[in-house]
């Protein structure tokens, strides 16, 4: 177990590196000028910030969804989630996310949480303290997983079962822009947070009630924003590098105990890329995570899960209809493998779209999706069949 002492070390010296870092890269930014973000459209990037400027701001975004499958069809009020965001001085933010899904009715399995709550203090452009409900820089999608963002309607099936988005932990750190040029930006977040906890593992019980087994289930262990479960506090970061607008590559990790008894690790590494050729966009992620399990419980839970996700988008019909509006072509690729050291469970996807933007901040969605769930050593089972018209819009 690490004392307070420990990590108020880590981040005396976290501050004092990223300190020394960021003075050259915040004059080159000066010199040049450059004012964009790494990564368009994250929690200081939003519509609402740039058209009422300073003091307290209130924005947010929805979505609404029909869905129809084999099943039959429905409606389903997504989300509605108002933004916050509060200028308290020169060098204070406070913002915050809260998102009511289905209606918000826990009775009728809706939901209403914070999706993020932060104070930032600002002590340079490189170098900013951020604590709060953070939202944890695991991949890009996770940060950038507005729905009015994205051109499809369903996420892809690696960030929401191995990252798993939406992830948002209790934690502190920084975060921080650098201009190495006139055009390229590179970019830090670098938090501790509580962690994941033992729902990790989905276990397995047998008729007379007894745990026999288990499976790996990331998604289940989101931890608690109030209380971790043990004593060994977990490190999320992510680096990002932008050469131009609209292209970035990132690189992030989250690591840390697990288990009530802070004796199992698990760890996850995720590679995300966008590449802009003129109207075509291409991007993807690639997650992979590992998990110290106890063998004495858990005798055959996977080890090892690994997934990615590929994504293009053709932009065309700039101004055709109204002025500002744009159509969107898009095909996205999913796979998803719970347990990489054998012949285990597996999910894969493939869905096709079209969206049509009357202006940047809204959107209608129109995708066709189909999803193949292979069982435990099995064949692939025949496909599920799901179409989705719906909208979604910034305010």
Do not use: C
Not at 215 to 243: M, T, W, Y
Not at 322 to 342: K, P
């Amino acid at each position: 177990m690490q004392a307070p002492a420990d990590y108020f070390r880590g981040f005396v010296l976290m501050a004092l590196f990223l300190t020394v870092l960021s003075l050259p890269a915040a004059a080159a930014a000066q010199e040049s000028g450059a004012n964009r973000p790494e990564q368009a459209g994250g929690i200081n990037d939003k519509p609402y910030l740039t058209k009422i400027g300073q003091g307290a701001i209130l924005g947010g975004y929805m979505d609404m969804e029909f869905e129809w499958d084999d099943n039959g069809s429905t409606f389903d009020q997504h989300r509605f989630v108002p933004f916050i965001t509060g200028h308290v001085s020169e060098r204070v933010t406070v913002s915050a996310e809260i998102e009511f899904e289905h209606g918000g009715n826990p009775d009728a399995d809706g939901e209403v949480k914070l999706e993020y709550a932060v104070m930032d203090f600002a002590f340079s452009e490189g170098l900013n303290f951020r604590g709060g409900i953070v939202l944890s820089p695991l991949g890009s999608f996770n940060l950038l997983h507005d729905s009015p963002l994205n051109d499809l309607t369903s996420r892809p099936v690696v960030s929401r079962q191995i990252i798993p988005s939406t992830l948002s932990e209790s934690g502190m750190g920084f975060f921080g822009t650098m201009y190495p040029g006139e055009e390229s930006v590179i970019s830090y977040q670098a938090f501790m947070v509580n962690g994941f906890n033992e729902g990790i593992i989905t276990e397995v019980i047998d008729g007379s009630g007894d745990v026999i087994d288990g499976k790996l289930r990331i998604r289940g262990g989101r931890g608690s924003q109030k209380k971790d479960n043990n004593e060994d506090k977990s490190f999320v970061a992510r680096a990002g590098f932008s050469p131009s607008l609209g292209t970035n590559v990132g690189l992030s990790v989250h690591t840390g105990k697990y288990d009530n008894a802070g004796q199992h690790n698990l760890t996850i590494g995720a590679l995300d890329a966008k590449v802009t050729f003129s109207a075509l966009e291409l991007l993807g992620e690639l997650s992979l995570a590992t998990a110290d399990i106890d063998r004495a419980r858990y005798p055959t839970a996977a080890e090892n899960q690994s997934g990615l996700y590929a994504q293009a988008n053709y932009h065309l019909l700039y101004d055709t209809f109204l002025n500002g509006s744009l159509v969107t072509l898009v095909v996205r690729g999913d796979w998803v493998d719970f347990d990489t050291d054998h012949d285990g469970e597996k999910e894969e996807g493939f869905t096709i779209g079209a969206n049509f933007r009357p202006t940047e901040e809204t959107v209608f969605k129109f995708d066709y999706n189909w999803t193949w769930l292979t069982p435990l050593a099995g064949e692939k089972a025949d496909p599920v069949n799901r179409f989705f018209f719906s909208f979604a819009t910034y305010f």
